[in-house]
């Protein structure tokens, strides 16, 4: 897929890495690429989510300044038999306030201009950017209004992409080591819980705050586990 915010030619590698997805206990057809990049004072986070068994392709890269979102660009690409979708959508961040514009199939939808709270938190969808949402929950007490691109119903293309609120928590529960096949890593342990996470949602988080792994039972038969088996931070950061 094209990228959707420019190559900087200052911009350097910080870290990159896959995130692969397993129902219970089997490994799904479902990787998400990463990559985040410096230059002069902003942070580039690219990520791309593909799920071919489920028709869908998410791209994801944002813009951040000192550890704040200000921009994010999205497209959701959805594919079964003959229908096919696609919604693109912009997030702007500016002096607290939120804008959106989007595209479904080629329509422009309705804009949307919110003042939003210098405490709510934006999650935009990607594993990559876990960690910071829970880190900051936990600076904010553990709980606050976290702001995620709304993606649940793939028929619904007037509605991808959508603001959507909700109150989450996080609260530290361990301190652990994993293993994984890029090497052993030691992190800290947190119960994620609000929106489509109820408790008992684990995430487990290294040093960098960077999400290794985390665990989400879906229902009573559906078990998720989310987990970073491709893994390189630069020496030098």
């Known amino acids: 897929m094209n990228q959707l915010l420019p190559a900087f030619p200052q911009e350097q590698l910080v870290a990159q890495g896959c995130y692969s997805y397993l129902r219970n206990g089997e490994l799904?057809?479902?990787?998400?690429?990463?990559t985040i990049h410096q230059f002069m004072d902003m942070t580039l986070?690219?990520?791309?989510?593909?799920?071919?068994?489920?028709?869908?392709?998410?791209?994801v890269e944002s813009l951040s300044k000192d550890n704040e979102i200000v921009r994010i660009e999205l497209v959701w690409?959805?594919?079964?038999?003959?229908?096919?979708?696609?919604?693109?959508?912009?997030?702007?961040?500016?002096?607290?306030?939120?804008?959106?514009?989007?595209t479904a199939d080629g329509e422009r939808q309705d804009d949307y201009k919110e003042a939003i709270s210098d405490n709510t938190v934006s999650s935009p969808l990607m594993r990559i950017y876990t960690g910071a949402v829970i880190q900051k929950l936990i600076s904010q007490g553990g709980t606050a209004e976290v702001l995620v691109?709304?993606?649940?119903?793939?028929?619904?293309?007037?509605?991808?992409y959508?603001?959507?609120?909700?109150?989450?928590?996080?609260?530290?529960?361990q301190r652990e080591n994993l293993e994984f096949?890029?090497?052993?890593?030691?992190c800290n342990c947190y119960e994620y819980t609000g929106g489509e996470y109820q408790p008992g949602s684990?995430?487990?988080?290294?040093?960098?705050?960077?999400?290794?792994?985390?665990?989400?039972q879906q229902d009573a038969d559906?078990?998720?586990?989310?987990?970073?088996?491709?893994?390189q931070r630069e020496a030098s950061q």
Not at 181 to 186: C, I, L, P, V
């Open 28 to 34: 799904m057809n479902i990787s998400e690429n990463w």
């Open 202 to 216: 684990l995430f487990w988080l290294d040093d960098d705050n960077t999400l290794l792994q985390y665990r989400w």
């Open 77 to 102: 690409l959805y594919q079964s038999g003959d229908i096919s979708h696609r919604v693109n959508a912009s997030y702007f961040y500016e002096e607290g306030f939120l804008e959106v514009f989007r």
């Open 45 to 59: 986070t690219r990520s791309t989510r593909l799920a071919p068994d489920y028709g869908t392709t998410i791209q």
């Open 181 to 186: 096949n890029w090497g052993a890593a030691e």
């Open 162 to 173: 959508e603001p959507l609120k909700s109150a989450r928590s996080a609260v530290f529960s």
């Open 222 to 231: 559906t078990c998720w586990d989310t987990v970073l088996t491709e893994y």
């Open 149 to 160: 691109p709304w993606i649940r119903d793939p028929d619904d293309t007037q509605r991808i």
